[in-house]
């Protein structure tokens, strides 16, 4: 498909999503307005006015366009399907913002957005309306997104919240059968974290991945649909807060792995308070380097 098709396609599915947020017999914008909330051309709004005439979606005369129903999924133009996922959209969003290049307050240009991250606006719409959820964007009253930011409030909430998680886990986990899959995989993360200490003065960039690994590990062994929710966006943001600080990286990522090993020893040996204490004790370093990492990025 070839990319003016695409857009075109963007484009015609998005109209079709605001006409959703109407009535039938309301009018739409003028070409100059739609052309400008959808990042697209005048040209390729009238070309996407006659196909809706077309589908007698509307009625379109001149200045006066009018929505004669409302649109249904069938339909929506097809598009194809090498765009990015939603997984690899949330990283991509995330690392955008918690990289700082936007302020706290910053209205989201859905139609630019989209184009930088090549998905669809609808796909890109449906995206934010999930990040809502967890505070860091809301819809704005007279339409659109704002990012609201990665604050430090935001950040002490999110450590306090991911301290109760974990150590939820790590009961958990310490209850879990002999022969439940998890204990080989400690066993894998053991030696991962071995062989990464063992080389750290050429390898401690590669931590953030394994601390990653680590804790998604300990936590999928609680299935809860709500904790699941919250565990993303607590991993992608404690992934991405080791890429933002390189002060003191190699030292403080070595610091890191024997914090995660003493818990791993704890796992293994079944002793749930040494366990808890080292999940605490790890918890609590992170916070404090994640709250660094803003001092040193002038986060409020």
Same mark, same amino acid.
């Given at each position: 498909?070839?990319?003016?098709?695409?857009?075109?396609?963007?484009?015609?599915?998005?109209?079709?999503?605001f006409a959703?947020?109407?009535?039938a017999?309301?009018?739409?914008?003028?070409?100059?307005?739609?052309?400008?909330?959808? $990042?697209?051309?005048?040209t390729?709004?009238r070309a996407?006015?006659?196909?809706?005439q077309?589908?007698?979606?509307? =009625?379109?005369? $001149?200045?006066? #366009?009018r929505?004669?129903?409302?649109?249904?999924p069938r339909?929506r133009?097809?598009?194809?399907?090498d765009q990015?996922?939603?997984?690899?959209?949330?990283r991509?969003f995330?690392?955008w913002? *918690?990289?700082?290049?936007?302020?706290?307050g910053?209205?989201?240009?859905?139609?630019?957005?989209a184009?930088r991250? /090549?998905?669809?606006?609808h796909?890109?719409q449906?995206?934010l309306?999930?990040?809502?959820?967890?505070? *860091?964007?809301r819809?704005?009253?007279? $339409?659109?997104?704002e990012?609201l $930011?990665?604050?430090?409030?935001?950040?002490?909430?999110? =450590?306090?919240?991911?301290?109760?998680?974990?150590?939820?886990?790590v009961?958990h *986990?310490i209850? *879990?059968?002999?022969d439940h899959?998890?204990?080989?995989?400690?066993d894998?993360?053991?030696?991962?974290?071995?062989d990464?200490?063992?080389?750290?003065?050429?390898?401690?960039h590669?931590f953030?991945?394994l601390?990653?690994?680590?804790h998604a590990?300990?936590g999928?062994?609680? #299935?809860?649909?709500?904790a699941?929710?919250?565990q993303?966006?607590?991993?992608?943001?404690? /992934?991405?807060h080791?890429?933002?600080?390189?002060?003191?990286?190699?030292?403080?990522n070595f610091?890191?792995?024997?914090?995660?090993?003493?818990l791993?020893?704890?796992?293994?040996?079944?002793n749930?308070?040494?366990?808890?204490?080292a999940a605490?004790? /790890?918890?609590?370093?992170?916070k404090q380097?994640?709250?660094?990492?803003l001092?040193?990025?002038?986060?409020?």
């Open positions: 498909m070839a990319r003016t098709d695409e857009r075109f396609r963007e484009a015609f599915n998005s109209l079709l999503d959703a947020t109407l009535q017999g309301d009018s739409l914008p003028s070409e100059l307005a739609l052309s400008r909330r959808l $990042g697209v051309s005048r390729v709004i996407i006015l006659d196909r809706l077309k589908a007698e979606i509307l =009625s379109w005369q $001149g200045r006066d #366009k929505l004669l129903r409302l649109p249904t339909d133009l097809a598009i194809q399907s990015l996922t939603e997984q690899e959209l949330e991509q995330l690392d913002v *918690l990289r700082f290049d936007v302020p706290p910053t209205a989201l240009n859905v139609a630019e957005l184009r991250f /090549h998905v669809t606006p796909m890109l449906a995206f309306a999930s990040l809502s959820r967890f505070g *860091l964007v819809r704005r009253d007279r $339409g659109g997104w990012l $930011g990665f604050t430090r409030d935001f950040a002490v909430e999110l =450590s306090e919240f991911r301290l109760m998680l974990e150590l939820n886990a009961s *986990l209850a *879990l059968p002999p899959p998890i204990w080989p995989r400690l894998a993360l053991e030696q991962a974290h071995r990464l200490a063992a080389q750290i003065d050429a390898r401690f590669d953030s991945l601390d990653e690994d680590f590990t300990i999928s062994t609680v #299935k809860n649909r709500f699941a929710e919250f993303k966006i607590i991993a992608l943001i404690f /992934h991405y080791y890429q933002w600080d390189k002060t003191g990286e190699r030292d403080r610091a890191a792995i024997h914090e995660h090993l003493s791993i020893a704890a796992l293994k040996a079944r749930e308070p040494a366990a808890l204490k605490g004790d /790890h918890l609590r370093t992170s380097t994640l709250l660094s990492s001092r040193d990025h002038a986060v409020p």
